[in-house]
Structures are given as C-alpha cells and as structure tokens.
C-alpha cells in the first residue's frame, strides 16, 4: 500500500521511530564504498562529486571500475521524479521564486535556519560536525556551510531545478551523499568520541530532514505573509508541491511529506513540540548565523537587526508549539529593544525610505535589508573565493540585484 501523508499519524511515537531511520540508498552507498575498501578515496569521490553538474557511466571511471559502479548506481537510482509531481505546479511554485527571491533568502537565514536550531537534537549534529562553527575568528568555514544551503535552496527553486537533469536534482542526490558520509563519520569517530543514538537519534534522520523541509516550505511561507506578500492559493499550492517533490528526491518518507499549506505547519509544529529546547548548540550556530549576516552586509548599521527579526519571525511558531523559539537559542529580545532599533534605523535610513511605524517596521526594513545582505553574499563568494554562489541572469534581473 502506497505511503501517504496523515497528519492523526503524526504523534510522538511516529517522530520517536523517524529519528532511528535515514535514507537507506544513499547510506547504502557509503557503506559500499568503504567496505569495499575505498576509504582512502573518499575526499577523491567527494571532489568529483562537486567537480561535476552532471553524471553519467564515465563520470567516475577514473576512480576505477568498482566504485565507478557503486556511484553510477547510485545517481541513476535517484534522478527520477515521483509519479505525481506536477509539472505545471512546479513552473508556478518557480515562479514565486523568481518573484521573491530576495525575501526568500533574507527569511532563510532569520527565520529557516534559526528554526532548525530550535530543535536541540537536530543541531547537535550540526555543531559536532563543525561546518557550521567559524573557528579562531574566520568566517570561512561557516560561509561555505551556509552558501551551500542557500545554493541548495536556488538550485532547486531556478527554472528546471527540477526537471530531467536539472541542476536542483542533481544537487539533492549530492546532499543526501554528503548526508550520508556525515553520518557515517559521526558513528566512526577516530578520536575517542561517540555518537549517542539513544540520546539523539541517528544523525540526520528522517524526523530532522521533515523539520528542515518544513523550514523552506511553510516556514517561508509563512515569513512571506508577515512581510505582506499576497500570494493567491494556487501559488501557495505550487510551493508546497514543489518542495514536497524535493522532499522525496532528499529520500524523505513520504508519510512527512505534506500537501497542503495547513499541513505543512502543523507538522512543524508538532516536530517542534516534540524537538524544540534550550541547547548550546543552538545558540553557537545561531550566534554564528548572526555573524554571516553582519559579515556579508558593509558598516554595522544592521547588526541588531538580524537578531530581532529571529525574534520576530519565529514566533508565530512559538505561539503555535507552545516554546519560546527565541529563547532557546539565545535571542531572546528585552523590552523596549525594538523601539530602540526602530529609532535608529529611521535616523539612518530616513533619507531612503520613509519613517518607519512601529508595527510596519519588519516590512519596511526588509526590503533594502534582503536587496543589501544578497548582493553582500554575491560579492562575497563571486570575488576570489574558491566557491561561487551562481545566480541565473534571469532571475539576477527579476530581482534587481548586481556584484557591484
């Protein structure tokens, strides 16, 4: 019988067996490669797996015939749609990108990423693995890290993302890779540590990847509505159809890849009820997080703001799952502090754009605040660095954004 979503399924005991399940092929795959006894050739692998926007039966040939085989398999196993992704609400959930995405990627680092390091557990993976930590002050390794999701996030949202081929395809199958080695280095540490299953489930598992689906589905969503964009229910629709097919080629069970909207949320919710709590874990990643933002925008005028936007944007979710987000990674705002950014902002930018109300305030910021920290990005990665945040022409146009 074909495995649907149900919301009434989704209870605690459910989410307790999700966090003891990942993703079978592409752990699958890691297990050959090492037990065949190609350990040694893994950052070799790793690097013709970044080298390369496409994969074919010659792709890893010089790796020899074996592990040529075992990854062959691999990508050829995981390139196809599900049968019911829609073409059509694929195009429209594009579209919104295309118009949005500036607000998209503002809300994915104030409202995404912060959610995801709510959940304590989900974070310790993230913070044992130090791709997320800057280290004695440089920005680098926590840049790539995040560079990498925003990427992610573009590459699958661009027009044919996701079709046959497309970049957004291609650019799952090589996380769930990456995944999967994370996982396997984390319960194969060589330095005494280990990881403890029973405390945190397995690392990256399937409770965790629906909570960060959610993140960039009706997270974003939900972002779009408190800045005011009005999308009609159709658009709504085709988002969430969209990232419910990147969910499944991410080899997410489909019992947690919802439908609709409403859905979607209230599966965040109770992953939330079920995650969320106080962790230092969160709160480094999240201060890191805070840094990048600051990092990638010129002049400290908006480096109180990220914080408060945090503040802002989770808390229609801490209303919803009953947890001060905020508070759990370390954001939590004193009273009167928004007045105060409110206060400065307008002095600074009143020759830009008008007074700002309080209660408009977060629409009314967000729009230089996303063009600003974008362009930072792009001229961050686009100047000398070893990785470059690639943007289509097209969609550079549609949001009027330039390396300059």
Same mark, same amino acid.
């Given at each position: ?145 995040? %560079? ?8 699958? %949202? ?65 972002? @779009? ?31 947690? @890849? ?18 969320? #709590? ?71 930018? #009143? ?54």
């Amino acid at each position: 019988m074909k495995e649907t979503f149900d919301i009434s399924k989704i209870t605690s005991p459910f989410l307790d067996q999700c966090r003891l399940q990942t993703d079978p092929i592409a752990d699958n795959t890691i297990a050959k490669v090492i037990d065949s006894g190609f350990e040694q050739q893994i950052n070799e692998i790793f690097m013709t797996i970044v080298q390369n926007h496409s994969f074919d039966r010659e792709t890893f040939s010089s790796l020899g015939s074996e592990l040529n085989n075992i990854l062959f398999e691999y990508f050829e196993s995981t390139c196809d749609l599900p049968e019911w992704a829609d073409t059509d609400l694929i195009l429209k959930g594009e579209g919104v990108f295309a118009t949005y995405g500036p607000e998209v990627f503002m809300l994915l680092n104030v409202s995404s990423l912060p959610l995801c390091y709510t959940c304590a557990k989900g974070a310790q993976v993230l913070y044992d693995t130090g791709r997320l930590l800057t280290h004695k002050g440089d920005v680098d390794p926590l840049a790539r890290r995040l %560079m990498e999701t925003a990427q992610m996030v573009l590459n699958v %949202m661009s027009p044919g993302g996701l079709a046959l081929g497309g970049q957004g395809i291609v650019t799952t199958q090589k996380v769930r890779l990456i995944h999967a080695s994370i996982r396997y280095y984390l319960k194969n540490r060589r330095d005494g540590q280990s990881w403890n299953v029973q405390t945190f489930g397995e690392p990256i598992n399937q409770e965790d990847l629906a909570g960060t689906l959610m993140s960039f589905a009706p997270v974003i969503l939900s972002g @779009l509505k408190q800045l005011k964009v009005e999308l009609t229910p159709e658009q709504i629709h085709a988002y969430m159809h969209s990232w419910k097919v990147v969910g499944y080629l991410m080899g997410i069970n489909e019992k947690l @890849l919802p439908d609709t909207f409403d859905e979607g949320f209230e599966l965040a919710t109770k992953i939330l009820k079920h995650q969320a #709590a106080p962790s230092e874990a969160g709160k480094a990643l999240t201060s890191s997080c805070i840094q990048f933002v600051n990092d990638m925008i010129p002049g400290d005028a908006f480096d109180e703001l990220s914080g408060y936007l945090m503040h802002t944007f989770l808390q229609e979710y801490s209303d919803a799952c009953g947890v001060d987000l905020a508070k759990c990674i370390g954001v939590d705002h004193e009273v009167g502090a928004a007045d105060h950014l409110v206060l400065k902002l307008t002095k600074l930018l #009143a020759g830009t754009i008008s007074f700002f109300e309080r209660d408009n305030f977060v629409n009314e910021i967000s729009k230089p605040f996303n063009k600003v920290l974008l362009e930072g990005i792009i001229k961050f990665y686009n100047s000398g660095q070893r990785t470059h945040f690639l943007i289509p022409p097209s969609l550079k146009k549609n949001w009027g954004v330039s390396e300059n």
